[in-house]
Structure formats: C-alpha cells, structure tokens
C-alpha cells in the first residue's frame, strides 16, 4: 500500500445522492486531496479538451470514475472520445467504471478496453474504494 495521496481525482456521474455519499467517503478516508465532479460525459470531455490547449498539470485528475448511464453524453461515449486524447496528457489517468449495470455485456465490453482498469457495481463498498485509489496513488 502506498503512502502517497492521489492530487486529484474525478467523478462523472449524474446521480446526486451516489456523488455525495462518494464525496464523504473520499474526505473521510483521506483519499485524496482535490475531487472534481461532472454531471455527464459531454462536460468532463470538454474540460479535457481545454486541457489540452492549456496544459496545467495540476488539473489532470490521477483517477477517474465514470458511471455508464448519463443523459446528453454516457460513459461509453466518453471513454471513447477520451481515449483518443488520453495520450496527449503524459500523464497516467486511471479509469475505473462505477455503474449499477450488472449486464454482463457491460462488464464485458469494460474488460475488453485496455483504457478501463476496472469495472465495480453500485453501490460501492468502502474497503474497495479504498483499494483502488492506494493502487492509483
């Protein structure tokens, strides 16, 4: 396990009630030091692609947990539009779907993409939250 935080990490999901409950868990658990939040796809990828003409490192997230099911632009949408552009960062950027679809089509397409490091179910447990962002540290 290692000691170091996570600086920044992001959540795109529109679900309300999951983003605060995973918020408090995150500063409970110390487990890391700045979170950014989207509503859909279409937000978090235009914030990326403004990265990208203004490179600032201190806002390139170290994780990212993406939920499936959003209205305007889904999860599946942008781990496609991202991963056209992932590179262009320097940076490993984890990404993990976070999704309450038990469809094996879905955790089989996620296991599939080399860009999805895991896939977990809604709702989360604590312990594996904790895991995955010590492993991203």
Known sequence: MSNKLIELA???DDDD???NLIKRVIETKKLCENLIVFKNGKQSIDYFQALLENLDRDKIP???LIDLN???MDGWEFIEQFTKIKNKFNKLIT???VSSSINPADIDRAKSLNSIEGYLVKPIVINKLERIFNKSA
């Open 70 to 72: 959003m209205p305007i």
């Open 17 to 19: 009630i999951y983003i």
């Open 62 to 64: 170290d994780i990212i």
């Open 95 to 97: 990404l993990y779907i």
């Open 10 to 12: 992001c959540i795109i």
